[in-house]
Every structure is written in C-alpha cells, then in structure tokens.
C-alpha cells in the first residue's frame, strides 16, 4: 500500500471535494484532503505528497501564493484548478510555476489523466536525477543535447534553430504547461506584442515536423490563449496504437 | 424671438449713459416688480463715439439691470429709435420705460426727441417715461465735452496740414495756367474730404473747413496774402465752409458706417462659424474646446475653463496665449476659489466686475437659467481691456455655447434613459428565460437522482445507465448555459474588454471541437482550414465560444448522421471562418433574426427546451466587438451555413 502515490487535494467545496476523493480512492491512489491554504501548507510538510491538485479560489489565501511558498522548497506538480472564465488567474499559476490546469466542471477521467502525466513525470525525474543524460528520448521522439540533433523514430528531424531551442526548453519541463510569456521570455530573452505572432507560427511548424510520422497522439498540447506543453509518451502505448 | 406669453407683460427699459438712467433702470424694476412682468434691458450701441466715462457709465447702468433681474440684450443699430422700435416688435414688449431725454443734438441730425419716434414707430406699445429729476450735466453740449471727445493725434494733425498744403499748392497751379477761381474752391472741398475720410473724429473736419475758407481768403482773393477781402466773397465763403462741413459730416457717416459694417459682418462670422463648429462638436469636451478656441482668438487672451457638474468645477483647461504671458504667475488657487463663487452664483465675477474685482481673470458662468455648464475666466489683468463690441460679441458666444451644452446634456441624458430602459428590459427577459431554462434541467437531475437513490434495486443496468446519461447530459448543458450567460455579462453591458493576441485558427477550431455537446458523436464533423498558419488577432475565449455556439448550434438544428464543417480561408485583409451543415437551413426571412436575443428558431411551446437563443446574439457581439461581422445563409439543396469574418495578424517571423 505505502508504495501508491500520495496525493493532496486542496479544495474549499465540501461536494467537490467528496468527488474528488471518491475518485482517487476507487483508483486506488492514497490522499489527503485539504480546506484551506494554511491546512494545504501544513499537509505538504508533514505528509509530502507527490502530487498536489489546488482550487485557486480559497477563502484564506491566493492560490498564488501557496504556489509561490511550496516552490520555496519543493518542486513536486501543482495542479492548479478554476473556472474557464479565468484565464488570467491560470497563467499568473503556470508562471508562479504550477504545472498543469484543470477547468471546472472538469470530468473525473480529465482529472485522472492530468494526474497520470504529473506523476509520470514525478517518475522521469527520480531517474534522470542520478544520471545527467546527454540523450533526452520520450516515445519515439528523441533529442541528442550534445550533436544538437533531434531524431523521430530514428530519422533526423530538420529544425530552424529557433524550433530546436523551442523543443528542447519544452522537452526539459516535459509534463508542464510553459505559458506564452514563459517561453518567449526563454527563448528571445526580451520581447514585445508581434512576436506572440512568431511563436504561434513557429510552434505550428513544429508540431507539424514532430507528426509527420503519423502517430495519433501529438507530442506538442495548444492550450489556446494560454501556452504549451510536451507530453510524456508511452512508448509502448504508441507502438501499440 | 419668442412672442410674448398670453398674460406675461414683458417690460423693456432702455440703457444709455446717461446718469439718469439710473433712476430710469429702477422705476422699470419696480414696475415689473408689481406687473410680475419680465424686464428685458436694452443698449443700442451705435457708431457715435463714446469716452471711457461714458463707456463706464453703460457698462455700470447694465450690471444694474442685471442684478436687478433683467435680461441683458444689446443691439446694433445707428439710430437709436428704429432699433428700439424693431426689437420691441419682434419679441413682443409691452411697455417701453424711457427717460425723458431733451433729444440728441448731435451735428446735422434728427431734432425730434426718441419719445415722439418711437411713439410713431411702435404705435402699439405703451411708453412710460420717467421725468428727468436732475439737472442737465453741465458739460453736455459743450465746446468742452465735444473736445474731450475727440483724440488728439499727431498724426491726423499731419495729414490734415498735409492736404490743406497740396490743396493750396494745386490752386496755385490752377491759377498759374488760368483757370477760374471757383476750381480751386472745388480743389479745397476735395481737400476737405480727404481730411474727414483719412483722419479720426469730426475735430479735423471742422477745422479743416474753417481752415480751408481761411487760407482760400488768403490766398487766392484780393488782396492777396490777407484776410481782408472784398464783401463780394462772403458769401463764397459762407457757402464753401457750409459745403465744407456737411460733405465731411456725411463722409464721417459714411465712415462710421463701413466700420459699423465690418463690424457687423465680423460679428456674423463669428457667431456663425461658432454656431457651426459648436454643431459639429459631439461631446461636452468638444463644445468646450470650441468655445475656448473661439474666444482667445476673438479676444486674444488666455482662456481658461472650468468643467462644471453637479455644482462642482472640475480640473481646468488652460488655452494659453503668449502675448498676454498664459496664466504664468496667477495664484490659481485663490482664482480657482473665484469661479467656484461664480459656478455656485451663476454671475460674473473677477476683475472689470464688482465681485473679487482683485482678481488677475475675469470669469464668467455658462449657464442656461440657474444652471450653470461651465466657468469660463479670461486673463483681463495685463492685456489690453476688453472693448464692449467685443464683450457683447463674447457674451453672445457664451449663450450659444450654453445652448449647445444644454443640448448635449438633454441627448445625452435622453439616452441614458433609453438605454437603461432597454438594459432593464434585456435583463427582466433575460431573467425569465433562465429561470425557466435553469429549472427544467434541474428538476431532470434531482429528479433522475432522487429515482436511482431511492429505487436502486428495482432498476436494471440499461435503465440505470440512461438515468446516469440524463443526469450527465443535463449538468453539462447547464454548464453550457453558465458558459454563455459570463460572455454575456463581458459583452452586454457595452464594455466588452477583449485580450487580443495573433492566435491561429487551427488552433482555435481545434480548442472548441474539444468542447462540444455528446451529441456532436453523432454528426460527422469535419475541419477545412485552408492554410494552417492562418492567424488572427482574437480574443481566444471568446473566439472559441463563439466556434462552440456555432457547432453546437449546427448539432442541435441537425438530425443525426449530418455533415457538419467548420471551415476558414484568407480574404484580403480578412479571415472568413465558417461553419456549415446539411441540415434544415434556417427558415427563410429569418436569417438576420437569428442573431436576435432569445431568437429560438420556431416559436417555441411554454415547457419545450432547446436553448433561449442566447447563443448566437452572443456570437454576434463578441464578432462585432472584434471588428468584424457575421450572418447566416441557406444552403441549396439544403442546409446552413454561419460566416463571420476577423482581422487578420500579419505576423513578421523572429528568427532573432
């Protein structure tokens, strides 16, 4: 049983809140439940969950803040959770350096999935944290740091050197969702409103190079009006597909 | 002009400067006073030329009659008693209150007193005079006053020696080729002309004529180089002197009238580009630029203005002009105090004014009755004084900008009214429609999960499931519902505040295919974006509920097993994105109505739920806010198509 992950839901809405744990439990996922913000920070420091599933809209805090005190110490996945409407609040999380983000009303498989790729990632980072590999490899997709080189299912993927650097800043937060400003401020350091432009065109063609091999399952998510993510890959999923 | 109110006595009380006007002004406040009747003063101004004393002396005589509750109106007009006449028609006076005047005596003119004229002018209206109680002044009439009046000038003193020299010089000439004498008399009547044409005041008129007689004595009869002449000329001298003076009485008048004319048409120049800029001018704040504009160049002095609402002076404008040093150096303060005095009293306040007369500004309310629009302060201190021509020009400007206020707030405030009237009537509809569109759904959920707690072993698996479904199908549409109705509060209230950013269309329609009702399983839906870098400036939320109202709308409208495509291309400087389907259509004639709030297709029976036809008015205002537009077509041989069009985003590739 110890070895089933543990799980922080942090949500003010007591039927929410029931559902959510109805769900973990029949999933077979150990949790903690949370009303507030400071029984949330409290939780994360006795009972360190691997991953932590937020509402932003608390009664004692700002869900930014909670963010912004458990990234203090901790760099487990944040699951930030509010209503569409919210937008703004969404990205202001993502850049406070929450992972992911589920819309309410979300469904119980959405909520599952988002929490299966938080934990795969929980995993790709236990391994890669005792060896700094220099090959980076999710599904059929690879990327050689050293040669500069990205390879798709074994051929040589062309890339601009701006896609290159777009690829690899996705694949090293593989999992996370990297907002818009995040990421042009990554990769053209300083930047104004006509290159919000540019990224879109410039991930489009990536997407477009990464799925030219046909596998159904993009590697690269839009998430419209707030930014990007690369999905960790089964590779056995894929090849199955 | 408005005509005289059945029962309302409008009394009309001359100004002059004279000092017994005084007493002239009070007996008509009096007099309206006990008729309850609306006293109108009344100024001709006309060309004779006034001293300042005299101009004082008005000037007093009017803030008089204005304090005492009469309307000030000033006309222009050369003869005192035709104006009178011709105003008191048009606007319907009664009663003309008058002091007893021993007549003008001015050069040459008329000797009948005002009374009698203006008795035979305006036959109808009663004339009240009040008895002159003073003396005559003493200096009226006088060589004195007559000299005070004129201005001495250097200049003019130059000219007419000037022309009284070519004058003789020519009767030398004459009389050196042996002309008869009586051509130079006509040489010094001409000379004579010259003066009162070139110079200022009657003073060199006159003594040119006596001038001109004297040195033709001298000059040109026997004996020569005196003054003695033989009694044969007397009456050629007599004559040319008497020529003399009245041909330079009437090229003064002439004079005068020019300049009354160019006056009169600068006035109307003014006044009616004004009038026309005022016109255009939309908004308060370009009614006041308008007016400032107008006045410093009218004035050619610095302009500042005070906004009034509710009582209270805003923030001023300052339309600074160099020649008068701006408002530099002025404790605006102290003078910001002045005109919230003027702003609470609706008067005039500031310096040439009794009130705060210390001031450096002269300020002056708009207003339209008690209400005041705006206070207007004009730099009076270190630049030339304001002539009245002038004054009563600016007044009239004010009036019309007053007018032109009063009218924008009445539009203004009309407007307001119909819209929160048609806001009110949106909101109680809306209201209506959600709480009916809220409760059936509901009342499906609690209903299925009431069935499924209480019955759970009695139900098999496939009735469960469809409960389950129900259950399901209802959140989500209520969620759908919740969805639209937050756009509409982002959109409704006018104040639409859109996050734009160059999105792709792809990934725009890739975004709202995620969302869309169980439903759409049913339907084949198919993307045709013509070129995938198609990108646009939108507001993605929005943009991509507008997509899911359109699908959703397509699914619902549609039978099962329809064709559903959601398409885009270029188009020029626009992209045109479309949703299609195969279905019904839309009924004919009702392609503009779709767009409607609570538009629901047929009309719809009391319990049916299909929507409140919130949807597509949504689509309709979040595509107008973006700049573009929508419509609705019909397909042959059938089927529906739903186009609206978004600025496209140039993008300029980065590569650093």
Known sequence: MSNKPM??????DAAVRN??????????????????????????TTHQPEVMLLDLGLPDMEGVDIIRKVRGWSSMPIIVISARAEDADKVEALDAGADDYLTKPFSVDEMLARLRVALRRVHADQQAAGSETPIYENGRLQIDYAAGCAYMAGSEIHLTPIEYKLLCLLAKNTGKVLTHNYILK???????????GSLRVFMAMLRKKLQSDGGAQPYIQTHIGIGYRMLRIDRSSEESQ | MEKAKAGRERILVCISASPTNVDVIRRAVVLAGAMHAELIALYVENTEARDEAEAKAVRDHLGLAERSGATLTTIYGDDPATAIAQYARVSGITKIVLGKSPGRRSLFSRKETLMSRLNELAPDVEIIIVPNQLTADPTRFSLFRFLRRERFSAGDLAKTALILAVSTGMGFLFKGIGLAITNVVLVYLLGVMAVSLWTTGYLYSVMSS??????????????????????????????????????????????????????????????????QLLQKAEDREAILAVLQNQLSRLLEHSVLLYPVSGGEIGEPELHELEQDGG?????????????EWVAQNAVHAGRTTRTFSEARCLYMAIRSGRKVWAVVGIRADNAPSIDEYRKNLMISILDECALALEKDHMTREKQRVEESARQEALRANLLRSISHDLRTPLTSISGNAAL???????????????????????AIWLNGLVENLLMITRTENGTIALHLQSELITEAVEEALRHLDRNAAQRQISTAVEDDLLM????????????????????????????????????????????????QGVPAGDEDKVFDMFYTGVKRSPDSRRGIGLGLALCRSIVQAHGGEIRAENLKPHGARFVFTLPIAEVIENEQ
């Open chain 1, 7 to 12: 799980i922080l839901v942090v949500e003010d």
């Open chain 1, 19 to 44: 559902l959510m744990a109805v769900t973990l439990d029949t999933q077979g996922y150990q949790y903690h439940l949370a009303r507030n913000g400071s029984e949330a920070l409290m939780e994360v």
């Open chain 1, 186 to 196: 990554e990769i053209w350091g300083s930047y104004t409103a006509s290159d919000v």
């Open chain 2, 210 to 275: 006596l001038l001109s007689v004297l040195v033709f004595n001298f000059f040109f009869t026997e004996p020569y180089l005196s003054l003695h002449s033989s009694p044969d000329y007397f009456a050629t001298f007599a004559v040319m002197f008497a020529v003399a003076l009245l041909s330079s009485s009437l090229t003064s008048r002439i004079k005068a009238q020019s300049i009354q004319t160019a006056n009169k048409a600068y006035q109307t120049e003014v006044l009616l580009s004004t009038s």
């Open chain 2, 327 to 339: 408002f530099e150096g002025i404790d605006i303060r102290w003078e910001r105090t002045i005109s």
């Open chain 2, 452 to 474: 499924l707690m209480e019955n759970m072993g009695q139900l098999d698996e496939a009735h469960r499931q469809a409960l389950y479904a129900s259950i399901y199908d209802d």
């Open chain 2, 536 to 583: 646009v400036k939108m507001d993605a939320a929005l943009i991509v509920q507008v997509l899911i109202n359109l699908l959703n709308n397509a699914v619902k409208y549609t039978p099962e097993g329809a064709h559903i495509v959601i398409g885009a291309k270029r188009d020029g400087t626009w992209a045109r994105i479309w949703v299609e389907d195969d279905g």
